[in-house]
């Protein structure tokens, strides 16, 4: 070979190299080059099929915590990205989540609004030991599995029932009904998934433990399409009250043919429920007085310091500005309050997305009421405790339909309006 032609072939060569190298850098997936730059977060949601309706406005409250803390600068000057899921059942939460750990890498998820996909969700989270912040399941199963990667930052079932249980027997009976508690005729009915099955055995057991007297304690299948017979039980048992454990579509359906059957006991049910804005643009007016125990139908501000209060308004005005008006529902706030912490207070302080780091600083904190959005602290209980992860400051509330408005009535310090 000739001395021009062994150049010319060295030349070939350097510039095949430098071909395959210009290659092998755009075919490498864009999250892999920018995960140092940003903060990617798994979200896993019931966006469409029966749950959707809670997930997405959930899935919403995430979204603008998101956006106000990347408007704001990021965390710790890096921009937030959620990497989105969507969970129509149990089995897309744990496929979903499997996905979102193996093939997207996310090493922090928030979820899930239902407890049934929750259940399944987390499961997968601990298995690959995966940070996970439960925002609105409340299912007691969920910290009762001594899990140490899972953690939630609202109540949990027992908190919400033994509220709605003692709402029931020393504020509503007495005032509405003028009857002492031992005068009381209860009824409890529940959805069969686990927000269902665990709000109503924690309803009866609350019961029982009071001496209140149960007429009856029913469930019912949530993919009923008609709750005659369930609402014909419940008329001839004649109820004072009746606790109710429901999903939005079970509730109208349940209150529609209550309605038709003239069934019409006082009714204390859930935010996931009955606080839910579309139930009472269902029924209009026979919503009226109708009572939802679960989360805070409303921000209050009062007591909040000054930081959290204007983290709450803004969220507040965001949301409307890009719902057409719309107050933001129960299930948005716990979305929103949920993000919110991971920003604030758990990302800043762990310094990384490493699960381990992550867990550490979640269980550091100990931030007391007032310094949160929604007017609870935060202080997870630990491995070693009954509900490992569980937000130990977190409490549930009562609200009641009035005059088209869900109003917070419970706990007083923080209501805005008085039980009608």
């Known amino acids: 070979m000739t001395k021009q032609g062994g ?19 755009i075919m490498i997936p864009q999250h892999t080059c920018i995960a140092g730059e940003v903060w990617r977060i798994g979200t896993i949601f019931p966006l469409t099929g029966p749950l959707s309706k809670n997930g997405i406005k959930n899935s919403d409250g995430v979204k603008i915590a998101t956006e106000m803390i990347n408007d704001a600068g990021g965390v710790l000057g890096k921009k937030v990205v959620l990497v989105s899921a969507d969970a129509p059942d149990p089995q897309a939460a744990a496929s979903e989540a499997n996905r979102l750990i193996t093939h997207e890498k996310v090493t ?8 049934s996909l929750s259940m399944a969700a987390t499961t997968v989270a601990e298995k690959n030991k995966v940070f996970y912040l439960e925002n609105e399941g409340i299912s007691g199963l969920i910290t009762a599995r001594g899990f140490k990667y899972i953690f939630r930052t609202t109540f949990n079932s027992t908190m919400m029932t033994t509220q709605m249980v003692d709402y029931a027997a020393d504020v509503v009976g007495p005032r509405k009904l003028g009857k002492k508690p031992s005068e009381l005729r209860l009824a409890i009915i529940h959805e069969d998934g686990g927000f269902g099955t ?3 055995k924690g309803l009866l057991a609350r019961a029982k433990k009071r001496g209140l007297k149960v007429v009856a ?4 299948s949530a993919k009923s399409t008609d709750l005659s017979s369930l609402v014909l039980k419940l008329k001839r048992a004649k109820p004072d009250i009746l606790l109710a454990a429901q999903y939005m579509n079970g509730s109208i359906l349940f209150h529609r043919q209550a309605r038709e059957m003239r069934f019409r006991p006082l009714v204390i049910g859930t935010t996931a429920g009955q606080g839910n804005p579309d139930f009472y643009k269902a029924l209009g007016k026979d919503a009226e007085g109708v009572l939802a125990g679960g989360i805070p139908s409303e921000i209050s501000v ?13 969220f507040v005005r965001r949301y409307m500005a890009s719902h057409n008006g719309e107050y933001p529902n129960p299930t948005s706030f716990v979305g929103f309050a949920g993000a919110w912490i991971l920003y604030k207070f758990i990302l800043p302080k ?7 780091k992550l867990r550490k600083a979640a269980l550091s904190l100990d931030i007391p009421r007032g310094k949160g959005v929604l007017n609870w602290g935060v202080k997870f209980a630990g491995p070693d405790q009954k509900n490992a992860g569980q937000n130990l400051y977190a409490s ?13 009535v419970y706990p007083r310090e923080i209501a805005s309006s008085e039980l009608k």
């Open 217 to 220: 304690s029913e469930t019912y």
């Open 7 to 25: 150049l010319e072939m060295k030349k070939w060569i350097l510039g095949s190299i430098l071909v395959a190298f210009f290659f092998a850098l």
């Open 302 to 314: 009062e007591g909040l310091a000054k930081g959290p209060k204007r983290d709450a308004e803004e």
């Open 350 to 356: 762990a310094g990384s997305l490493d699960p381990e």
């Open 396 to 408: 549930a509330a009562i609200n009641q339909w009035q005059n088209g408005k869900l109003r917070l």
């Open 108 to 115: 922090a998820i928030i979820g899930t609004q239902a407890s």
């Open 198 to 200: 665990s709000s109503g």
